[in-house]
């Protein structure tokens, strides 16, 4: 097995640190006292998709001095403001810098408009920002009041989950009820980042994903684009001709904000009042419909539905989350979290929310969502874990991979 290698987030960390100060410069006209990362573990394996920074500004230093033409989907910063929060999205995440940046403001826009009634202030405002499309992309916006809920939620009694899941599912609720301005062409039409957006069909969108995940798979040494036996081609045949037969009949889709990690990871809350205080980070989030949420969303073994082709307490969830939830539930294992997956249904149905057993053609599309995934298998795909697998337990994983593939094919008569 080979040695683990060194942080690769730490490259260019110097580089990052100036380029903050540079911008801080610009904006304000003075460097920042301290600048401390957020949410960055020094020996985390993976690649961050951002890195977020603290930027905290001495009481007596002058004001924002750069926004008499502030760019679109921004706000004049508040005179007495000292904390701030910037983000830079990471290159190497993959995702289409051309427009990253102004998808993830138009998203935070969306967001606190359709939310300012019942939930203001729990959407970050943005201050400045600038595009990734020809260097290293930014993004300035306001620093949160809160704890972060990820640390806190597993060892929460019941009773609070149920309180904290049915503020998330009002908040949801929300989302799905808004009609989308069509303010940004980064926002009008089907859109999600990583494949080149937007689209003017649905079904555009899901062919470009699993066509993106194609053109990956041609290039990972691991798979080499499943061309052998043949699998290759019968792929092509289903995304040329079955995936718009499997589609044709699903009718139309309402267009609504997709968070797309819509999770405990990236809500704040007041630890004495048990109060949601930010909604972050929406890096992922894009146009698409009410399924997609559940597919990207919501944690495994609670709200995240599973595919048709998962076993055991998965496929039970799935069934559950479908048809019903029964009312003895199964244990509670590592797996799935009956009690916490129970709640957040409970709380949907009580909001008004559309969930996996109201929404339509929901089982046929979680089909073809994991179709996208399977392409590229994490533990099989994923350069850390790659690196630290043998080959035989490599090879294993191929043969796994493809014996699903040609499942799924040999379902759609391919």
Not at 248 to 258: A, D, H, Q, R
Request: net charge negative; charged share 20%; hydrophobic share 40%.
């Amino acid at each position: 097995m080979a040695p683990k290698a060194s942080n690769q987030n730490d490259a260019g960390k110097s580089r990052r640190l100036d380029f903050v100060n540079s911008v801080l410069d610009q904006v304000f006209g003075s460097v920042p006292r301290e600048i401390i990362p957020v949410a960055y573990e020094e020996n985390f394996p993976f690649p961050y998709n951002n890195f977020v920074y603290a930027v905290k500004f001495s009481p007596e230093a002058p004001g924002a001095q750069n926004q008499a033409q502030r760019q679109p989907g921004t706000h004049t910063i508040p005179p007495g403001l000292d904390t701030f929060i910037m983000r830079l999205p990471n290159p190497i995440s993959g995702y289409n810098d051309r427009i990253r940046v102004q998808n993830e403001v138009a998203a935070l826009s969306i967001a606190r408009d359709a939310l300012h009634a019942e939930f203001p202030g729990l959407v970050p405002r943005v201050f400045d920002w600038g595009s990734a499309r020809h260097g290293q992309g930014w993004i300035l916006q306001e620093h949160m009041a809160g704890s972060p809920l990820l640390g806190d939620f597993d060892q929460m009694s019941y009773e609070d989950k149920a309180l904290i899941l049915r503020q998330m599912a009002a908040v949801l609720t929300i989302l799905q009820q808004y009609q989308i301005p069509l303010q940004s062409k980064a926002m009008e039409a089907w859109a999600s980042v990583p494949r080149g957006s937007p689209f003017t069909t649905y079904e555009g969108l899901v062919k470009a994903t699993i066509q993106s995940k194609l053109a990956k798979a041609d290039a990972d040494p691991q798979v080499e684009g499943w061309r052998a036996n043949g699998l290759r081609v019968r792929l092509d045949q289903f995304i040329a001709e079955g995936l718009h037969v499997a589609m044709e009949n699903m009718g139309t889709f309402p267009k609504v904000l997709v968070h797309a990690d819509f999770t405990p990871d990236n809500f704040l809350y007041d630890i004495g009042t048990m109060r949601l205080t930010a909604l972050l980070d929406f890096d992922f989030s894009h146009i698409a419909t009410f399924a997609d949420e559940f597919f990207r969303s919501l944690g495994a073994g609670i709200g995240q539905l599973p595919s048709p082709r998962e076993s055991g307490d998965f496929l039970t969830l799935r069934t559950a989350m479908l048809a019903g939830f029964p009312d003895q539930l199964p244990p509670a294992n590592d797996d799935v979290q009956w009690p916490s997956a129970k709640a957040w249904d409970d709380a949907l149905r009580a909001s008004g929310a559309k969930r996996p057993s109201t929404i339509e053609n929901i089982a046929a599309l979680s089909d073809l969502f994991w179709l996208s995934g399977q392409i590229l298998p994490f533990k099989l795909c994923n350069e850390v874990v790659v690196r630290n697998s043998s080959q035989e337990q490599l090879a294993a994983r191929r043969k796994t991979g493809e014996r699903l593939l040609i499942n799924f094919l040999s379902d759609y008569g391919y």
